[in-house]
């Protein structure tokens, strides 16, 4: 989800104005490529008209308005770095990115972004190819899937100092040990997540079901029913 919808009026004596498009959220302004605002106008709400008086409001808007497409563009800024997958951390107003081994900088690091300048301003060793990443919504911890040791890695924000790790486990032959597919921590519960867990050697990958964690404690019941693939957690 990019964001949610908003819909702000103004009216003059002869009609209303309503403005309609996306604020985006979590994405900040430094990363907004193209914008597109529809504005329904209503006929002859021209001119800076003001309320009527005496407690009347003003007419209804008519029934067919007449649409106007505004669009305008903003200059994006192009960061060269590689990386697997991007969280935006809105409390401390940076990205954080996941580098894999093969980038030509950083590799294997979780990199810190900041959007207003489009620089890495630190870096964090993370372990064999950082993958899918999750942030607790109050934005105290960051998860990473580490592929490379079949495991996350927890770590405290803002500094990213390393916490806690635990591994993902392994199915047996042909699926052996598992990766993240996908990872998302609990609203409101900073230290649970939950992971889809995945295995290279096989095809559809994420055979190894749904596990819930406690730090870094496994819950006892997996989700992970024949025919139950989750490749995406929201």
Same mark, same amino acid.
């Given at each position: 989800m990019l964001g949610n919808p908003w819909e702000v009026g103004a009216r003059s004596k002869s009609g209303k104005v309503l403005a309609h498009g996306w604020r985006p959220a979590p994405v900040p302004p430094a990363l907004l490529l193209m914008g597109l605002i529809l504005l329904y106008i209503s006929a002859g709400c021209g001119g800076g008209g003001s309320a009527s008086s005496g407690?009347?409001?003003?007419?209804?808007?008519?029934?067919?308005?007449?649409?106007?497409?505004?669009?305008?563009?903003?200059?994006?800024?192009?960061?060269?770095q590689l990386a697997n997958d991007m969280v935006w951390d809105s409390t401390h107003q940076v990205i954080y990115l996941s580098v894999p081994s093969l980038a030509p900088s950083n590799g294997n690091t979780i990199a810190i972004l900041n959007p207003a300048t489009g620089s890495i301003q630190s870096t964090q060793f993370a372990g064999s190819e950082p993958d899918?990443? *999750?942030? $607790?919504?109050?934005?105290? =911890?960051?998860?990473?899937?580490?592929?490379?040791?079949?495991?996350?890695?927890?770590?405290?924000?803002?500094?990213?100092?390393?916490?806690?790790?635990?591994?993902?486990?392994?199915?047996?032959?042909?699926e052996g040990p598992y990766f993240g597919v996908d990872l998302q921590v609990a609203p409101g519960k900073p230290r649970t997540t939950a992971v889809s867990r995945g295995a290279f050697n096989v095809n559809p990958v994420a055979l190894g079901g749904m596990a819930i964690f406690d730090?870094?404690?496994?819950?006892?019941?997996? *989700?992970? $029913?024949?025919?139950?693939? =989750?490749y995406s957690l929201q």
């Open positions: 407690g009347t409001p003003p007419p209804p808007p008519p029934s067919n308005p007449v649409p106007a497409i505004v669009s305008f563009n903003i200059q994006p800024t192009v960061v060269n899918v990443l *999750a942030l $607790s919504d109050d934005n105290q =911890f960051l998860y990473a899937g580490v592929d490379g040791s079949s495991s996350v890695h927890r770590f405290t924000l803002p500094n990213l100092l390393p916490d806690i790790k635990y591994s993902l486990g392994a199915g047996s032959y042909p730090d870094a404690t496994m819950r006892s019941t997996v *989700a992970n $029913s024949p025919g139950d693939l =989750f």
